[in-house]
């Protein structure tokens, strides 16, 4: 290349890029490099200069693992640390504030005080960038060893854009606001209002950097089990060369190329055993999550390979060729079935996430059209009377009421966030901006409801507006949530059309049981011949969720312990074992819970109304049977929407999986009914009474009315309870 330099100048420094790229570099290779710079002096001979030599390795495929691995485990121990650090954060100011309100004017000592809390927070903030550019590198050290997969590729980049919003300018701006306000010795009342804003935003991104690194582990642990699947799929192709190798050597070859063939086994098992230390670790990270999936290391498998891979080892110092040769084909296979066996239960990790994810979406949509509608019906109210009216207390009333419902949208919110990056992305700003506008509402309301602001001012005006944002706010977190539950299941369909093409996939365990803990969702079959097997998983998930529930009733006696007795009670009871009561309780998962098994019972009676019609014609008794608890379904998802859960509901639930029971008796009876010979009967005109007929009439609003039951007292609900007794 050409260099055009001054002429009048002695010395010139230049910079000269090399891309090592070009050069295609394996993993340990290394490359030495140096720059030979000649002038272009015709007249008096070329003159060279030459730069020291310069050295380039590459990283070797063992030391890239442990890097990733080290940067893995400095990332989420970083991001513990800063989580750690903002709840400190919080609670300091919190302390600042109460201590200022209480005081006419700042001292020295508070200006130090807030000088500190500025201080923590860019401490937090080089934190977090120093998390990003472990991010970074560790995303670059990945690419040179592992192939590229595009649905994680995508994950990751939704994950990097959530980290980028933590500490935005918006952020930025008001601690610098804050700073600039005590360099200019502004009043108490605008800097407590900075600090006021300040603590705010130290609220959100509490929440949304626990909901981080939630989504970090979730990802590694998907990360990881990728690695995993290429490894194994890397150890089949080595132990098929090893096959290769001795089908072309002869019987007295065997012993020449013993040493060679020895050390190609001790590869292969090294190989191997880091793949199960690796496994290993995937187990054990699956077991931290706060909902560990279904995932198990195939240790019987792995036992098998292990054996086989000695057996070889043994044939090869034994000299039998032949031996060897079958015994490294059947490691071969086993190795190409530890991959299948990886991969499946891979696919079937994510289809069950998002099967589940799904279920709760639709049934949160259902929650926030709910509140929607029962604010705009309230704001309606309001816009019909005026402060000095009566009836203004009871709007205040069920304000503070639809706020506490709108709280549980927004706890639903932030669980599926957790799970699915693409909702924590397009929701975040909906919700943030939901909560200031309902607690704008109810400040507006209980200004006006002041006596002496009634003599100024008798509009509702400015509570209006505040009700309509958060309306606003409400449908358009309708429709993000409506435009996310389109994209996983257009993902769903896609995953259940690639996987209905694979073949021989292998169980994922001999027991076919997940982890203790884990929500399963088997699907029924669908295939003719196949209604028994079918009902039969409808009963079990029936009972299975009714488990959930006596759990979750546990859980709710647990909190109002904990609320009635305090720490005291909290600190006592951890020191309980096992799975006994005692753990924190919060009221997100509380409510996490709840939704949860609302939307099990929703997509159980979905299940239960495509079975019904996927098996035709049924008689009237099991039709009437059906409908009545497809009825009792409804009432349930009804009840544990609006976090209902008492003995009445554990009666329904207990009487939901009778039915289901006898319905599976029934039909497996009608199939070996079907199985005899039929001959034709004879045709007949049935006669009916006209009293015969009234009584039927009358027994189909009966059943209608008890289909459509609303939730009543139970004081009132035994009256009701009597009447359709003595009906009956």
């Known amino acids: 290349d050409t260099l055009f330099v001054d002429a009048k100048s002695l010395a010139f420094d230049f910079t000269y890029y090399v891309d090592l790229k070009d050069l295609a570099l394996n993993p340990g290779d290394e490359v030495s490099y140096s720059f030979e710079v000649r002038d272009n002096d015709v007249l008096n001979g070329y003159k060279a200069a030459y730069s020291e030599t310069f050295s380039y390795r590459k990283l070797s495929e063992e030391e890239i693992r442990n890097s990733i691995s080290e940067t893995s485990v400095s990332i989420d121990q970083s991001l513990s640390m800063s989580l750690q650090a903002m709840k400190n954060y919080e609670k300091d100011i919190n302390s600042v504030l109460e201590d200022l309100l209480s005081k006419p004017s700042l001292t020295w000592q508070d200006r130090k005080n807030l000088e500190l809390l500025i201080e923590r927070q860019q401490e937090i903030y080089r934190e977090y960038e120093s998390v990003k550019e472990n991010l970074r590198e560790k995303e670059q050290l990945q690419s040179e060893l592992f192939s590229s997969n595009p649905e994680l590729d995508a994950k990751k980049k939704e994950l990097q854009e959530l980290f980028n919003k933590l500490f935005d300018e918006s952020t930025m701006a008001k601690l610098e606001e804050l700073q600039r306000l005590m360099e200019e010795n502004k009043p108490k009342e605008e800097l407590l209002d900075a600090l006021e ?104 498998l792995l036992n098998r390979i292990n054996e086989k891979m000695k057996e070889t080892s043994l044939d090869i110092h034994e000299g039998d060729a032949n031996s060897a040769k079958q015994n490294q084909q059947q490691t071969t296979g086993m190795l190409q079935a530890l991959a299948e066996n990886i991969e499946n239960q891979m696919n079937q990790i994510e289809q069950e996430n998002m099967a589940e994810d799904a279920a709760f979406i639709r049934l949160l949509l259902k929650s926030v059209v709910r509140v929607s509608f029962a604010q705009e019906n309230l704001m309606n109210e309001l816009s019909r009377i005026r402060v000095n009216d009566p009836y203004y207390a009871e709007i205040i009333r069920k304000q503070s009421s639809l706020i506490s419902e709108i709280g549980f949208v927004i706890d639903s919110v932030r669980a599926i966030s957790k799970r699915q990056p693409q909702v924590a992305l397009t929701t975040d700003k909906e919700v943030k901006n939901l909560l200031g506008y309902t607690d704008e509402t109810m400040s507006q309301l209980l200004r006006m409801n002041d006596v002496h602001y009634q003599r100024y001012r008798m509009s509702n005006r400015s509570a209006m507006t505040a009700q309509q944002y958060a309306m606003t706010s409400l449908n358009n977190l309708a429709l993000l949530l409506s435009e996310s539950l389109d994209n996983i299941q257009q993902q769903l369909q896609m995953k259940g059309n690639s996987s209905g093409n694979q073949k021989g996939m292998p169980q994922m365990s001999s027991s076919g049981q997940g982890k203790e803990g884990n929500m399963k969702m088997p699907m029924p079959s669908m295939n003719p011949g196949d209604e028994g097997r079918s009902s039969q998983s409808l009963q079990q998930m029936q009972e299975d969720l009714n488990k959930q529930l006596e759990a979750l009733k546990d859980m709710l006696q647990e909190y109002a312990k904990q609320r009635t007795l305090g720490t005291d009670a909290k600190k006592s009871s951890q020191g309980k074992t096992g799975n006994q009561a005692g753990t924190d309780v919060s009221e997100e998962k509380i409510s996490e819970s709840f939704a949860r098994a609302a939307a099990k019972q929703e997509m159980i009676r979905r299940m239960l ?99 459509n039951m609303p939730t009543l007292q139970p004081y009132y609900q035994k009256k009701v309870q009597d009447y359709f007794f003595r009906k009956d």
């Open 609 to 707: 109304q495509q079975k019904m019609q996927e098996s035709g014609v049924l008689d009237p008794q099991s039709a009437s049977k059906l409908n009545r608890v497809l009825g009792d379904m409804e009432r349930t998802e009804r009840d544990l929407v609006n976090r209902i859960l008492n003995n009445q509901l554990m009666a329904r639930q207990k009487n939901i999986e009778t039915r289901l029971l006898e319905a599976e008796n029934a039909e497996l009876k009608r199939e070996k009914d079907e199985k005899r010979e039929s001959k034709e009967g004879r045709q007949f005109n049935p006669f009916v009474s006209d009293s015969l007929d009234s009584w039927f009439e009358k027994k189909r609003g009966v059943d209608v009315i008890r289909e």
């Open 197 to 300: 804003n300040l603590k705010q935003q130290g609220d959100f991104m509490a929440e949304d950097l626990e909901r981080n690194l939630e989504l970090y582990r979730k990802l590694e642990l998907e990360n990881r089990l990728q690695t995993a699947l290429e490894d194994a799929r890397r150890l089949q192709e080595k132990s098929a060369e090893i096959e290769n190798e001795m089908s072309v050597l002869k019987r007295t070859d065997f012993g020449e190329n013993k040493g060679r063939l020895d050390s190609m086994l001790l590869d292969l098992k090294k190989r191997k055993e880091d793949l199960e230390k690796g496994l290993e670790d995937i187990s054990q990270m699956n077991s931290s999550l706060e909902e560990p999936t279904s995932f198990e290391v195939p240790d019987s």
